[in-house]
């Protein structure tokens, strides 16, 4: 029954990954968080028929004669309103366009919005047809539905990176700061434990639990939603675990003074919070204005979240991320070494 | 050649707030049990945490084992073990875990179980640490100290807050390990813990070592192996009674006078008598066999518990 003690780096590991296991909420936000994210919002974007744009008619002689013309786009949802009411249904946002017949075709409609300057375009289309027009040139449509480019083939790449990030900070930074707290890393040094070897076994306990949480996730991406990994698996585990990698040391380092557990909270917030928003998690950071795309492109999340993504969705070989994979681990050795350096253990 | 276990001359160590450690001396002799006594805030902590090589010092020498932290900390890591005040050990892992883990920091050292036997923590091997008393927990920080099998043990306030039978299950834990050779440095605001375990004792207060001897010398130093407390009313002013024969002086302790004399049987009387003579009457009487707290109170006119 008893086994020989191991060496102190092995019991270290063990010993943290035991503490974890027992840590029934952390089990929950390390992969039952990402899961659900995952299941709402595949559900909330997955594929359905566009929806139409309401648009009311003012009531009139021809309005229903032009009701059966805005009745042919697929686009439009007409209905007949008083001049009065499709008023306050524009003014409510209830309709997008209101269509009236005052001498001439009058359209009313806010440009800024981009339903009603599509709804404008439709309405017009049907109703020129409607009247007689032809296309001078023959065009069908042809709609996208590629496996690889609908939106949660976008998202689980970025929940994956945001997962790495959130329990690579998390599971690191508030540890270490829990243990400040208890005065255990006081305990700790006055042993002969390596400092070194300490740090070392939180990473590798956060390696094991790494490689459950990306499985777990990609896993569920596939079954669930058909998410393919269109590049190769090795490629996908290497970058999972330098990113990894380089959030525990941001982790560490966020951890590395703060006294107090609110301190260290506060702190880490402070850092994801960007990253959250900016790194394109949720939707493409291109979007932000083109000034601050150097710096969006220059965090840890972004990084990881494009070589993800490249690998993914695109199937891109090892070569193409390598410079991600080099940048993320440089983070991983100045955060660490930065952190050991400025490390308070009491 | 005896050599000192510790010794330290001239330590000191300031806050921004308080001057901690203010110039103390201490030779701990290897093999004995060697106790320091002192109220809250006195620099007990500080003082056994620079000996332990945690706290940084502002002046003065340390030195370990024949050893100095500045060069030999690996080495002297090995030999020592410590309980500190308020270490939370993880409440996650079993005792079981955690003493193999502080095991597994060490050279060399007991096996985890035969640790466990020694300290009565058998029973408790797969519990969690979370689920533990008090009285265990402090026998488990005692394993940890121990787990590197070390020449030297250092126990801040190991027993504070513990009930009677936790207390006496840990002062037993120590006469063990002295039985084996080690010594044993320990701080206490006890007085009767300081008396019974240990073999000398450095009473400390602000900073300053006030009084150092076996705890019979100190007792002795109050010259007067009894202390006799009342309370008179009205009360009285010293002059009534601090040239009654056999009476070593007085220390007014709230409403109450306390009183050292060498024989009750002579100094009762006496008193008695004194406060009949001058009036007043008397409201409460005890007596007791000299202690340290009486040192403590006659050197600084305070309790230890409260000062």
Known sequence: MPEPVRPAIIELTVTRTKEFLRETEAIFWVFGFPLLLALALGFAFREKAPDRIPVAVAAGPQAAHDLAALRTSPALAPRILTAAAAEDALRHGKVSLIVARTGSLVYRYDPTAPDSRTARREADDALQRAAGRRDAVPAHDESMHEQGARYIDFLIPGLLGMNLMGTGMWGTGFTIANMRMKKLLKRLIATPMRKSEFVLAQFLSRLIFLVVEVTVLVAFGWVVFGVRVNGSIAALALISIVGGYAFSGLGLLTASRARTMEGVSGLMNLIMMPMWLCSGVFFSYERFPAAVQPLIRALPLTILNDALRAVMNDGAPLMHVAPALIYLAAWGVVTFAVALKIFRWM | ?307
């Open chain 2, 1 to 307: 050649m005896p050599v000192d276990a510790v010794s330290c001359h001239g330590l000191k160590k300031s806050y921004p707030d308080v001057r901690a450690v203010d110039g103390l001396d201490l030779d701990v002799l290897a093999g004995e049990c060697f106790g320091l006594l002192g109220p809250n805030g006195a620099g007990k902590t500080t003082t056994i945490e620079i000996l332990e090589g945690l706290t940084r010092r502002d002046a003065g020498e340390v030195v370990v084992l024949g050893l100095t932290w500045e060069d030999h900390e690996r080495e002297l890591r090995e030999r020592i073990g410590i309980s500190l005040q308020e270490t939370q050990l993880s409440e996650k892992l079993t005792v079981y875990e955690t003493v193999r883990l502080f095991r597994s920091f060490y050279r060399s050292g007991p096996e985890p179980d035969a640790l466990l036997r020694d300290l009565s923590l058998d029973e408790k091997r797969n519990a969690r640490v979370g689920k533990l008393s008090g009285g265990q927990r402090q026998r488990l920080a005692a394993a940890c100290a121990l787990a590197g099998d070390p020449d030297i043990l250092f126990l801040d306030e190991p027993t504070t807050g513990l009930d009677p039978q936790s207390r006496l299950q840990l002062w037993d834990v120590v006469a063990r390990f002295r039985a084996k050779g080690g010594t044993v440095l320990l701080t206490t605001h006890y007085m009767e813990e300081a008396e019974r375990l240990c073999d000398r004792i450095a009473i400390v207060d602000h900073g300053h070592r006030i009084a150092l001897g076996t705890p019979k010398e100190l007792i002795a130093r109050l010259e007067a192996p009894n202390i006799i407390e009342f309370t008179s009313e009205p009360a009285l002013p010293a002059d009534t009674f601090e040239h009654l024969a056999g009476c070593h002086g007085c220390t007014r302790r709230g409403e109450a006078w306390q009183l050292r004399v060498d024989s009750l049987a002579e100094a009762v009387p006496q008193v008695i008598a004194a406060v009949e003579r001058s009036g007043g009457r008397l409201r409460t009487l005890t007596t007791h066999a000299a202690t340290l707290e009486d040192l403590f109170v006659s050197l600084t006119g305070r309790d230890l518990r409260d000062a």
